[in-house]
């Protein structure tokens, strides 16, 4: 096997094995790795291809820099292998060792693959590490009906989108994303923050999320789109989801939700409009991104999404792929002491 770098005028092909892979993600697009790179970061991207040169999967890293010159390169959801092909821990070793002769100072290559081969395999190079990415996802199937859809929801859920309804919430879709943005988006990012704050969870500032609008807002007629939902009752916004459009799945990436009016249920409206928007664009999959934290806990919101119906889906989880032993044990031993400190 071997590992060929991708270059941009790869990005299409890319783009269209990623997204037609079983275990592909947005993550590990082309056009998110634009996203890390616009943050400053460097992004590498790798065909793994066997020894007949056919392509066997991607990987797309994300470099991420340690004191003294080390780093550890990041797969959020990688590898990825073809539709009737997932990779296994083997072909995870040998990536690993490969990019060790490419990056003489990485301590480990942290991969998030989706499928569970690796969770259940034994490797002297895996160690298992505290998830970054949703370890366990709802799925909607958008193939069904919009009245089977109702029907395998949870009573109170379809009793709360009539309410909305009655009520005269109306949602909004910033479909043309422009730099500037449009009617309610910087609102609507503000509000993602201020639901964060509220409920005592990690989240991102405020400029973070007006840059991946900005970011999407250029480059929105790609492979990867960007979608801003607003839920508005009596001119005020109410509810606010930043999804993601990629290959047949859209997926909630970040909301939130004001603290007044909580009677008229805008949230879930705002969910029903956007998967019947996504059923009409032809997309296949409505994706709840995460029914537990990074730590495998069942988070507050999670009851709100399972009432949604739909499937839930494990993932293998994160794994450090360890090249340097000892600078590995340091690094694990200072990650402790700042979780102490802290």
């Given at each position: 096997m071997d590992l060929v770098e991708l270059l941009e005028k790869d990005k299409k092909e890319y783009n269209h094995f990623v997204a037609n892979a079983k275990s592909g993600s947005f993550l590990q697009s082309y056009d998110w790795g634009q996203w890390q790179v616009r943050l400053g970061r460097e992004v590498y991207?790798?065909?793994?291809?066997?020894?007949?040169?056919?392509?066997?999967?991607?990987?797309?890293?994300?470099?991420?820099?340690?004191?003294l010159g080390k780093f550890y390169l990041y797969a959020p959801y990688?590898?990825?292998?073809?539709?009737?092909?997932?990779?296994?821990?083997?072909?995870?070793?040998?990536?690993?060792?490969?990019?060790?002769?490419?990056?003489s100072n990485c301590l480990f290559i942290r991969i998030e693959p989706k499928n569970l081969e690796l969770a259940t395999s034994h490797s002297q190079l895996a160690t298992k590490t505290a998830n970054i990415q949703p370890g366990k996802t709802l799925?909607?199937?958008?193939?069904?009906?919009?009245?089977?859809?109702?029907?395998?929801?949870?009573?109170?859920?379809?009793?709360n989108i009539r309410l909305a309804e009655?009520?005269?919430?109306?949602?909004?879709?910033?479909?043309?994303?422009?730099?500037?943005?449009?009617l309610f988006a910087q609102e609507a990012a503000e509000l993602v923050v201020k639901t964060a704050t509220r409920q005592g969870y990690k989240g991102y500032s405020n400029n973070y999320y007006q840059q991946l609008i900005d970011c999407f807002a250029v480059q929105n007629r790609g492979d990867v789109r960007l979608r801003i939902y607003k839920a508005i009752y009596q001119n005020k916004l109410l509810s606010s989801a930043i999804m993601v459009d990629y290959g047949s799945t859209r997926t909630f990436l970040f909301g939130g939700s004001a603290e007044e009016n909580k009677n008229v249920m805008a949230p879930y409206l705002m969910h029903w409009q956007a998967m019947q928007d996504?059923?009409?664009?032809?997309?296949?999959?409505?994706?709840?991104?995460?029914?537990?934290?990074?730590?495998?806990?069942p988070a507050g919101f999670v009851r709100f999404k399972l009432g949604f119906g739909g499937t839930e889906i494990q993932y293998?989880?994160?794994y450090d792929l360890v090249l340097k032993p000892v600078w590995y044990k340091i690094y694990k031993a200072f990650r402790k002491l700042v979780r102490i400190i802290k």
């Open positions: 991207r790798y065909w793994i291809v066997d020894n007949e040169k056919k392509q066997i999967g991607t990987i797309q890293l994300i470099k991420t820099p340690l004191p990688g590898p990825v292998g073809p539709e009737n092909y997932e990779l296994g821990i083997k072909n995870y070793e040998w990536v690993a060792e490969t990019l060790k002769s490419k990056f799925v909607i199937d958008l193939s069904q009906t919009a009245e089977e859809l109702l029907q395998q929801m949870h009573p109170k859920t379809r009793y009655k009520h005269g919430v109306e949602i909004k879709d910033e479909f043309d994303i422009s730099i500037g943005h449009g996504a059923k009409l664009a032809g997309l296949k999959h409505y994706d709840f991104w995460g029914t537990e934290t990074s730590a495998g806990k293998a989880g994160a």
